[in-house]
């Protein structure tokens, strides 16, 4: 008993924790319009209270770790950002490259060629942009006296759950309607205004990857995999996102569940990607160690506002380990 308490304390020790991003942009205008993007400045200072404890450690090495004995160093990192937008070349890259940190993109095929922007953040610019007192969606949401200074109140409270929540084709319905709230040239003057959220092309995944950046999947068209989505298509995003990556970089062994959290992985996802990829990454805060399957590795978002506290996240992200071990053996029953 004594023994193996030891045990365990020694294995927590080194266990390594994977922080995740989505982007950084040199300066935020909106702070609720942009709440998925670190300030470059504040992203620097956070590197640099990391730097001083951690050891930043590529996927390849944390994939050897898990596979074979190689001795993990204490307190290690790894850096991952999720969607692929374009300031992950543009600000990302050159601060981790200047400090020689390695990390992983994991994209979304179909907005890296079309270059569209994600339906959050469609549903936000039209909330906050738009001058109608009026928004329905039929059966599930009317406003009568809308007032778009509520915008990210129902956001946050009914939109952003109707988007993720619902089944693929009523999610296109929601983000159509709310597309229709804004005139065009309205929509083209605020896509240039918020710039970060702008997507990743082709020519750029390249660049990153040939610098050594490692580029994962995302899917193809950021559809949360949950179990109201149709089996073709959750097959259609896991499978062909990678075809399509592999085609054009030659691999890819790494996927991202978008959303990624409790109620957005369904076991058809997880069986499809545990058939097509090497290890596959949750958004369920936790730290790796040997026991964690390798198609639902826990990782932490990092906000805005913990990047503030980025020292005592990291230990809260231990501390919730437990947590993560249960609900893992839990999944895997199903
Ligand atoms: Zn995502």
Redesign the pocket.
């Known amino acids: 008993m004594v023994l193996s308490f030891f045990k365990n304390i020694h294995l927590f020790k080194n266990e390594p924790t994977i922080l995740f991003f ?1 982007g950084v942009t040199p300066r935020i205008i909106d702070r609720e319009v942009q709440d998925i993007h670190l300030e470059e400045n504040q992203f620097i200072k956070m590197i640099k209270k990391l730097q001083k404890k951690y050891i930043f450690l590529s996927m390849n090495e944390i994939e050897e770790y898990r596979k074979t004995n190689y001795k993990i160093p204490k307190n290690s990192l790894i850096l991952q950002f ?2 692929g937008y374009e300031n992950n070349l543009k600000v990302v890259y050159p601060i981790l490259s200047y400090f020689k940190i390695p990390f992983t993109i ?1 994209i ?1 095929t179909n907005n890296v060629e079309f270059g569209t922007r ?1 339906p959050t953040f469609i549903a936000k610019i039209a909330l906050k942009y738009t001058s109608k007192k009026k928004i329905e969606i039929p059966n599930l949401l009317k406003i009568n006296n809308y007032r778009s200074s509520d915008w990210n109140f129902i956001y946050k409270n009914k939109i952003k759950n109707l988007i993720k929540n619902s089944e693929v084709k009523t999610s296109h319905k929601i983000i159509k309607i709310l597309e229709d709230l804004i005139p065009d040239f309205l929509w083209s003057e605020l896509i240039e205004k918020y710039d970060s959220d702008k997507p990743l092309n082709w020519k750029q995944v390249k660049k990153l990857s040939n610098s050594g950046v490692e580029i994962g999947s ?2 193809c068209n ?1 559809n949360i995999l949950h179990s109201l989505q149709p089996k073709e298509l959750i097959r259609l995003e896991i499978v062909e996102s990678k075809k399509i990556i592999k085609k054009k970089l030659g691999r890819c062994d790494y996927f ?1 569940y ?3 959290s409790i109620n957005d992985i369904c076991c058809e996802a997880y069986k499809i990607a545990k058939r097509n990829y090497s290890s596959a990454f949750t958004s369920i805060s936790g730290t790796l160690n040997k026991c964690i399957n390798s198609y639902l590795i826990p990782r932490s978002s990092i906000t805005n506002s913990k990047c503030e506290n980025i020292l005592n996240e990291i230990l809260a992200i231990k501390k919730n380990n437990p947590k993560y071990m249960i609900w893992q053996k839990e999944f895997v029953k199903r």
């Open positions: 989505h999720d969607d994991f979304t994600f995302h899917c950021h991202a978008p959303n990624g």
